[in-house]
């Protein structure tokens, strides 16, 4: 007799922040957490991601929705709602004050995640009489495909690859041009000569996209400092 195979599973339903869409989801099973876990102890965070695109793609049950297509800040989501439901709603951290160096350990209620963030899904901001921009929120997709996730990248390097990862297409009458379909060098180019004023409104839309987030106030646990600790954890990155 050969082992049987469990698919004896509970499910659950979620709500995807951008379109409000209920959807049907499980908990992960021991290959994708083993899976999560190799990702994580590699520090890659191109690694991070693409696990965390597998699992939230294997565990939601509803195949119509296209994970590739979601922005960041619902992947985020599901996974934490996927987490949620398969190792405890709970998980562990700790912050070093800044005062003392002391490390100060505290607990995350993952269902008290918000995803929080203005910017419409989608802006038109308009270039001169010929050409209109197309702003979007970013997915992991995109993200990717602009190299993000590699460590190399100065800080203002990543401000601008941030940025261009909302840039959707630019519009004509007659046709429109896809980002996506158009070399980093391109990208790069195009965003080097933009005016500074329509520069300033697309970093605008990318710093009010939705993002998951958690904050909250400790106090140093060595009583000798007991100063208070701000927290601000945003993406996926800074919870797992």
């Not at 979601?70 to 949620?84: E, H, N, V």
């Not at 997915?139 to 940025?163: D, G, N, P, V, W």
Request: hydrophobic share 35%; proline share 5%.
């Amino acid at each position: 007799m050969s082992l049987p195979k469990i698919v004896d599973f509970p499910t659950y339903t979620t709500t995807i922040p951008s379109t409000r869409k209920e959807v049907l989801f499980r908990p992960f099973l021991v290959k994708e957490q083993k899976m999560m876990m190799i990702a994580y102890e590699s520090q890659d965070m191109s690694s991070i991601v693409r696990s965390t695109l597998e699992t939230v793609s294997a565990c939601l049950l509803d195949k119509d929705v296209r994970i590739e297509n979601l922005p960041t800040y619902d992947i985020d989501y599901l996974f934490t709602q996927i987490r949620s439901k398969s190792v405890g709603e709970n998980t562990e951290m700790s912050v070093t004050c800044q005062e003392c160096e002391t490390s100060n350990p505290f607990k995350v209620n993952l269902d008290e995640i918000k995803v929080t963030g203005e910017a419409p899904g989608e802006k038109i901001i308009p270039i001169n009489d010929d050409y209109q921009l197309r702003l979007r929120h970013p997915s992991y997709k995109s993200i990717a495909s602009r190299q993000m996730f590699s460590s190399s990248l100065t800080a203002t390097e990543m401000l601008f690859t941030s940025i261009s990862s909302c840039l959707d297409a630019i519009l004509t009458d007659e046709e429109q041009v896809l980002f996506d379909d158009e070399s980093d060098e391109e990208i790069i180019t195009f965003i080097d000569n933009l005016p500074t004023a329509l520069f300033n409104q697309i970093q605008e839309y990318a710093n009010d996209v939705p993002k998951m987030r958690y904050e909250d106030t400790l106090t140093c646990e060595n009583k000798e400092c007991g100063k208070p600790i701000n927290i601000a954890l945003e993406g996926i990155q800074d919870f797992f």
